[in-house]
């Protein structure tokens, strides 16, 4: 007698130990989440310096003032010629008067520091004799130092040793031959001053092509780089892979991004709190309005700090202190992570493939399956585990399909409308969990977890279980309709009108996807409502459109209701569980942010889509009644 299981049971079997070897897999990045609580507000200090001489008080009592309130860290940059020109620090630019082509660089006399600013301003041209022990002369025309750095903003740096601040330090570009001068001068700044991280500052980072040497520093010093988000400097993406994991995440919002969008002063403060709380940002830049554009003070710029310091700590359980680069000091087994993480996901996949290969047969799904397969199944997603866990490649397209086939299985399986809804709920929401947490638990490595790599299947998890859901329907002729019948026939108005609508909302969702610029003023106005209201806000299109198609579509089916124009709420369902595994593709998100978000949007988008069908049938089925309802 052949041994033989129930398909159904071995499925169940099958996610119930993934979801197991994947929620063991994710310990390591869990207790990373919930131990890493140091947050940090930074200030620019040439900023809070023009607004304690608007308040006509001390830059050091409008520091200490600010400390008390929240702040931690204070932005110190290197000034450059510009800078210098326009009054800024304690260096001179002048043309050489002798004739010839050159720019002599000093120290104001009588500059206090001036003997470490000299040494500094040698250091910085590589200049090891020199006559004039209080001038550098170079052969380079003065606007060529407009953007390159001179010395340090000594003073803020001072200011905030004084203060015990911690400081944020901003090296200036430098010609591209002397990047191992502005190495060369970070050292020295760390050596003397308590650097807690350092960002280059300008168009492009230093040295490029080849920035290993600033990089090299980070290593050397185990000073942290500062991976700023949504960077356009050239370079900045290169020398935040080679300073890894050497690596703090900071956000900030430019003045620039401020006045074209129209950014209020709140809106900023959520988006600081949300960079921390969603996307595990551990430095948040806190600039000022440009002078010229806002009547705002020191006191202004006080409260903000201390409603951003509240908001982080009383809200959100955060700890107003410098955070540390916790990839740098990681302590963990990854080997076996990485079996555990790759056979969860490799197992999940294969079963999504099979499952969506045996539903568009003709032939009915076999209702036990006998040893014989169950073998094969074991040893074909042994064998796909041990090769994502071993070829890079592998994994990133193993996971770009995974994800879609993944939200193919737990759609159709939300559509069975010969199960109970319950009954349907529960397996969908297995088939997502236990896809979405293979998923996360194989990607959530260092490299992935900062952002350095980008996962292949954001947008291939949108585009392809739509047209997955769609080949299904017509080969099964769930639609009304054979392909061939509808290619045949003239088309309808209704179903070019739907097309329509659905080919312009794939392309939005393609779009914004990844691209926060493109979110409307209102959208972005509902999220920050949802976000006060729920901590975890639900994504859109769960809410929106996943749960109220599928109860809506219930409806339709158990009334026979419309059944030419249902395609078009199956695919909804279908994008509502694309945004859910996609939402555990976020892996520099908190996972247990991205599980109660999911809770969120699962019961308000039921709750949405109970009153959507229940205006359908009790407001617009009567109302139809008196204009030739289009239904069959």
């Known amino acids: 007698m052949r041994l033989r299981i129930k398909r159904v049971l071995f499925n169940f079997i099958i996610l119930i130990i993934a979801l197991a070897c994947a929620a063991y897999a994710l310990k390591f990045r869990v207790a990373l989440e919930q131990g890493d609580k140091s947050v940090a507000i930074i200030a620019d200090y040439r900023e809070v310096l023009n607004l304690a001489l608007g308040a006509n008080v001390s830059v050091e009592d409008a520091l200490k003032t600010l400390i008390n309130n929240g702040l931690s860290g204070l932005m110190v940059s290197e000034l450059t010629g510009d800078d210098s020109n326009n009054g800024i620090g304690y260096a001179e630019l002048k043309s050489s008067l002798n004739g010839t082509a050159g720019t002599i660089i000093s120290i104001m006399p009588g500059s206090p520091y001036a003997d470490i600013l000299n040494s500094w301003l040698k250091a910085r041209f590589n200049i090891v004799n020199n006559d004039n022990n209080m001038a550098v002369h170079l052969p380079f025309p003065v606007n060529m130092f407009k953007t390159v750095g001179i010395v340090p903003d000594i003073d803020g740096l001072e200011l905030a040793k004084k203060l015990n601040l911690k400081i944020f330090y901003r090296p200036a570009q430098s010609f591209g031959w002397m990047a191992e001068n502005a190495s060369l001068m970070l050292e020295k700044v760390n050596a003397s001053y308590d650097i807690g991280a350092f960002a280059p500052a300008g168009e492009i980072v230093s040295g490029w092509p080849d920035v290993s040497v600033m990089a090299d520093t980070a290593h050397k010093l185990k000073l942290p780089l500062a991976l700023v988000e949504f960077s356009r400097q050239v370079g900045a993406p290169a020398l935040n892979h080679k300073a890894s994991p050497y690596l703090i995440p900071l956000h900030s919002v430019t003045n620039e991004e401020m006045t074209a969008r129209n950014i209020t002063r709140k809106?900023?403060?959520?988006?600081?709190?949300?960079?921390?709380?969603?996307?595990?940002?551990?430095?948040?830049?806190?600039?000022?309005?440009?002078?010229?554009?806002?009547?705002?003070?020191?006191?202004?710029?006080?409260?903000?700090?201390?409603?951003?310091?509240?908001?982080?700590?009383r809200i959100n359980n955060f700890k107003m202190a410098w955070p540390k680069a916790n990839f740098a000091d990681l302590n963990f087994n990854f080997k076996l992570n990485n079996i555990l993480a790759a056979w969860a996901l490799s197992s999940v996949f294969i079963l999504s493939l099979y499952m969506f290969i045996l539903r568009i047969k003709f032939a009915p799904m076999p209702d036990k399956l006998n040893i014989l397969f169950i073998a094969k199944f074991i040893i074909i997603s042994g064998l796909l585990a041990f090769l994502i866990s071993k070829s890079n490649s592998t994994a990133r397209l193993t996971g770009a399909f995974a994800a879609p086939f993944i939200v193919t299985e737990a759609s159709l399986a939300a559509l069975d409308f010969n199960n109970k809804f319950l009954t349907r709920l529960f397996k969908a929401l297995l088939i997502a969990l236990a896809g979405g947490l293979a998923v996360a638990s194989f990607f959530s490595v260092?490299?992935?977890?900062?952002?350095?790599?980008?996962?292949?299947?954001?947008?291939?998890?949108?585009?392809?279980?739509?047209?997955?859901?769609?080949?299904?329907?017509?080969?099964?002729?769930?639609?009304?309709?054979?392909?061939?019948?509808?290619?045949?026939?003239?088309?309808?108005?209704?179903?070019?009108?739907?097309?329509?609508?659905?080919?312009?909302?794939?392309?939005?969702?393609?779009?914004?996807?990844?691209?926060?610029?493109?979110?409307?003023?209102?959208?972005?106005?509902?999220?920050?409502?949802?976000?006060?209201?729920?901590?975890?806000?639900?994504?859109?299109?769960?809410?929106?459109?996943?749960?109220?198609c599928l109860l809506l579509l219930g409806f339709l089916v158990k009334n026979n209701l419309w059944a030419r124009y249902r395609e078009v709420l199956r695919i909804g369902v279908a994008l509502g569980f694309s945004s859910i595994v996609n939402s555990f593709c976020h892996f520099h998100t908190p996972l247990l942010l991205i599980l109660l978000r999911e809770f969120n949007g699962l019961w308000t988008g039921l709750l949405l889509g109970l009153i959507i069908t229940l205006c359908v049938k009790f407001i617009l089925l009567p109302l139809l009644k008196f204009i030739k309802p289009l239904f069959i």
């Open 446 to 548: 260092p490299s992935y977890m900062l952002r350095l790599q980008t996962f292949s299947g954001v947008k291939l998890t949108l585009m392809l279980p739509p047209l997955l859901v769609l080949i299904h329907d017509l080969r099964k002729r769930v639609h009304p309709e054979s392909l061939y019948t509808i290619m045949s026939r003239p088309p309808l108005w209704g179903e070019l009108a739907l097309c329509g609508v659905l080919l312009l909302g794939l392309g939005i969702m393609l779009f914004r996807s990844g691209n926060v610029s493109f979110i409307p003023g209102f959208e972005a106005r509902i999220r920050e409502s949802l976000e006060r209201l729920l901590i975890a806000r639900p994504r859109s299109k769960e809410v929106f459109l996943g749960w109220p």
């Open 267 to 313: 809106a900023l403060r959520e988006r600081l709190i949300r960079a921390a709380v969603e996307r595990s940002v551990r430095l948040l830049l806190l600039r000022t309005p440009p002078a010229n554009t806002a009547e705002y003070n020191l006191n202004d710029y006080t409260n903000e700090v201390k409603l951003l310091a509240q908001g982080l700590t």
